[in-house]
C-alpha cells in the first residue's frame, strides 16, 4: 500500500490564484481530513468527511473547498489565494474498523505551499 | 467540546535520561487519547493511544504514556532518550460521546535530546 499521498510537494502561488491540494489513500478508510501546520498552532482542522459524498468544515475552513466523490480521493481547493494561507498542509485519513470508532489516523507527507 | 493542551513548547534532556512531554485535556465524554511524532520535512507517524483498559500504554521505539483520568493528563515517557527521539510531539484527543470524528491536536511539543 502507498498509504496516504500528496500532490504537489511544493506550491508557490500569486495572491488570488487558484489550485487543488491533491491527496489520495489506498486504505479503503472512511475517514478523511485536511489539516494546516503553521508555526506556534499545531495542526487545525480544516475540512473532514466521513464517507464519500459527506463532508464537514473544521476549525478554519474559510478559504478553502473539498469535495469526496470516491472514498480515495479528498481533494482541498483554494479559491482565491492569499498570504495568510502560506502554511503546511496535511491530508489524513482513518479508519473505524468492527468497533465503529474512527481511530489512528494516517498522514501524508505534506504539501508546502507559499502564497506571494 | 474536545481541547488539549501541551503546557511546553519545548523540552530538553540529555541522552540517556528519562524524558516526560506533557499532554493534559477536557472532553465532555471519555477520552480517546493519541500521541504523534513528527521527523523534520515529514508528516505526523502514530506512536501510542490509549482507547480503554489500562493506564498505562505502551507504543513506538520505547515510549509509553500513563492515562490519569482523575488529573485528565496522558504524559509521554521514555525511561532512557536518545538524539534520534528529537523531534516535535503531538497529543491529540477526541471525545468518545461522539459528535465529533476527528481529534483535536495541541501546538506541539519540540523535544531536544542532546548528546
Known amino acids: 500500500n502507498a498509504g496516504v499521498t500528496q500532490t504537489p510537494k511544493f506550491q508557490v502561488l500569486k495572491t488570488g490564484q487558484s489550485m487543488t491540494l491533491q491527496c489520495a489513500q489506498d486504505?479503503?478508510?472512511?475517514?478523511m481530513s485536511w489539516y494546516r501546520q503553521d508555526p506556534g498552532m499545531g495542526l487545525r482542522l480544516i475540512h473532514y468527511s466521513v464517507g464519500a459524498g459527506i463532508t464537514d468544515q473544521g476549525e478554519v475552513p474559510n478559504g478553502y473547498n473539498v469535495s469526496r466523490s470516491t472514498t480515495e480521493d479528498f481533494p482541498l481547493r483554494l479559491l482565491s489565494a492569499a498570504p495568510s494561507q502560506t502554511s503546511v498542509y496535511f491530508c489524513?485519513?482513518?479508519?473505524?474498523?468492527?468497533?465503529?470508532?474512527?481511530?489512528?489516523?494516517?498522514f501524508g507527507p505534506g504539501t508546502r505551499l507559499t502564497v506571494l | 467540546a474536545q481541547s488539549v493542551a501541551q503546557p511546553e513548547d519545548q523540552v530538553n534532556v540529555a541522552e540517556g535520561n528519562p524524558l516526560t512531554v506533557k499532554c493534559t485535556y477536557s472532553?465532555?465524554?471519555?477520552?480517546?487519547l493519541f500521541w504523534y511524532v513528527q521527523y523534520p520535512n515529514r508528516g505526523l507517524q502514530f506512536l501510542l493511544k490509549y482507547i480503554t483498559g489500562d493506564n498505562l500504554v505502551k507504543g513506538s521505539y520505547g515510549f509509553e504514556a500513563e492515562f490519569n483520568k482523575s488529573q485528565t493528563s496522558f504524559h509521554l515517557k521514555k525511561p532512557s532518550a536518545l538524539v534520534s527521539d528529537s523531534a516535535l510531539y503531538f497529543c491529540?484527543?477526541?471525545?468518545?460521546?461522539?459528535?465529533?470524528?476527528?481529534?483535536?491536536f495541541g501546538r506541539g511539543t519540540s523535544l531536544i535530546v542532546h548528546p
Open positions: 491529540a484527543v477526541r471525545d468518545a460521546s461522539g459528535g465529533s470524528y476527528i481529534p483535536t
Open positions: 472532553v465532555s465524554g471519555n477520552p480517546y
Open positions: 489524513a485519513s482513518s479508519y473505524s474498523g468492527t468497533s465503529g470508532i474512527p481511530d489512528t489516523q494516517y
Open positions: 486504505m479503503n478508510h472512511e475517514y
